[in-house]
């Protein structure tokens, strides 16, 4: 495939002054990301039709999605700002947000030649996908001196590529979802959101604010600049909703309960096969880690709270277990540990943590992790021209065992986009036991 060809790049701001002042302190749940990359995932769209994408003057669809952009910006100052720090006497160091309405990146760049097809019909993720993002590479704490966000528009030849990258200490994939869900709204016409983000960060009663962690903690740049992305390859693994309910109905049938999900028995699913299929020693122990939400477990963090509120958690086997046991086995293991996750155990993290913090990092490649949630509004983002076909991610935060969650196209169904090197991916693809339930 030809390689992306850039047309032109900008900096959009919001449309008027109420993102240029104030500052937001940020949290623990926050602060830990700093290490990690950017969240990066973008929506494919068939090409909008004449006169919506050209008029005499210019380009008519990158002016108006520049255009809605700007006033969404004016309901997320938080994103046109930069990230910034205090250093205190005492040598600790704490983070806010500076929104000074300091701009968001915009790129519009084409894929000359390359199609719709060329990009969800091969088995694999095609690698010009990772090119159809902008702040590749970039940590979050760059974005002391870098955009908070980024978005590049890249033309195919018969469709439009919206690719979003957004900082993970300002936003986690709930936040991500929502402000792209605002600018499809915008976009499409409306004055007022729907559902107006709440940016004010939530702390334990009596904590002092702003957190200071010790400055000599905070050396993240020397800790992740030796970082290189593996040879990994990623798969899209598309599951219908009547095969993710047998799933469910064989998890449930060999525990004895009713309490295991259909998200959890897929995800059992999906962890044994992987393993089954990286040929792990049989009495190695393997971790799934995944997050879960404290906007459930918290009546003090609304639904449009605009930020980060998650906790990663994480189930530990051994191979064989795991492997010999059936879906029931690790699936009610993982309902167990969700169910034990309460506010508590979310304040008491939050409490400690500045005490000794430790920040998010990549996996060391005996995990499989999960990010992103099938419940995200995803396909009902409508820019004004029809909903998208497809939804990829970029090459941020990819290592062997990253999954990342979907909804499907069609209602109940979900996508699991798999990261992982080539050898399991095509051991996985040979395993009947778990391509049965695969929709190819």
């Known amino acids: 495939m030809a390689a992306v060809r850039l047309i032109s790049t900008s900096?959009?701001?919001?449309?008027?002054?109420?993102?240029?002042?104030?500052?937001?302190?940020?949290?623990?749940?926050?602060?830990?990301?700093?290490?990690?990359?950017?969240?990066?995932?973008?929506?494919?769209?068939?090409?909008?039709?004449l006169p919506l994408q050209y008029n005499s003057s210019g380009n008519m669809l990158i002016h108006h999605l520049k255009t809605s952009l700007s006033h969404t910006l004016h309901c997320f100052p938080l994103l046109a700002g930069r990230l910034a720090t205090t250093q205190h006497e005492d040598d600790t160091i704490s983070f806010f947000v500076d929104c000074n309405n300091a701009g968001v990146l915009f790129i519009h760049a084409a894929a000359d030649g390359v199609t719709i097809s060329d990009i969800i019909k091969p088995v694999y993720v095609p690698s010009i996908v990772h090119?159809?993002?902008?702040?590749?590479?970039?940590?979050?704490?760059?974005?002391i001196t870098h955009p908070l966000l980024g978005i590049q528009i890249t033309d195919l030849a018969d469709g439009i590529f919206i690719g979003c990258s957004i900082n993970h200490v300002v936003a986690d994939g709930a936040s991500f979802w929502h402000f792209l869900n605002s600018w499809s709204e915008i976009s499409k016409g409306s004055i007022y959101l729907s559902k107006p983000p709440v940016f004010q960060r939530w702390f334990p009663d009596g904590m002092d604010i702003p957190i200071r962690i010790p400055q000599s903690c905070v050396n993240v740049e020397q800790n992740n600049e030796d970082f290189i992305l593996p040879p990994v390859r990623e798969r899209i693994f598309h599951f219908s909703k009547e095969n993710i309910t047998k799933l469910k109905a064989k998890a449930n049938a060999e525990m004895g309960t009713d309490k295991i999900s259909s998200l959890q028995a897929l995800?059992?699913?999906?962890w044994r096969s992987a393993i089954h299929n990286r040929s792990f020693d049989p009495d190695q122990e393997t971790n799934y880690r995944f997050v879960v939400g404290a906007r459930q477990r918290f009546q003090e963090i609304?639904?449009?709270?605009?930020?980060?509120a998650i906790l990663g958690t994480f189930v530990t086997m051994k191979t064989k277990e795991l492997v010999e046991q059936g879906i029931g086995n690790s699936a009610w293991?993982?309902?167990r540990i969700i169910a034990a996750t309460t506010g508590e155990s979310f304040k008491k993290v939050f409490e400690c943590w500045p005490a000794s913090p430790s920040f998010v990092t990549l996996?060391?490649?005996?995990?499989?992790?999960?990010?992103?949630?099938p419940r995200f509004n995803m396909y009902g983002n409508d820019f004004g021209w029809g909903k998208p076909i497809a939804i990829r991610s970029g090459s941020s935060n990819k290592f062997d065992g990253m999954l990342t969650l979907y909804c499907g196209a069609?209602?109940?169904?979900?996508?699991?986009?798999?990261?992982?090197f080539p050898e399991t991916l095509e051991a996985m693809a040979n395993d009947q036991e778990f391509m049965h339930i695969v929709i190819v």
């Open 131 to 143: 090119s159809f993002f902008s702040l590749n590479g970039l940590h979050n704490y760059k974005g």
């Open 333 to 335: 293991q993982m309902n």
């Open 363 to 373: 996996s060391n490649g005996d995990a499989l992790i999960t990010s992103s949630s």
């Open 410 to 420: 069609e209602e109940g169904s979900i996508d699991i986009e798999a990261c992982f």
């Open 267 to 270: 995800l059992s699913h999906i």
């Open 302 to 308: 609304p639904d449009n709270y605009f930020g980060n």
């Open 11 to 49: 900096t959009v701001h919001a449309a008027n002054d109420r993102a240029s002042s104030g500052r937001i302190e940020l949290n623990t749940w926050d602060i830990r990301n700093l290490q990690l990359g950017y969240i990066q995932k973008g929506l494919l769209f068939p090409k909008p039709k």
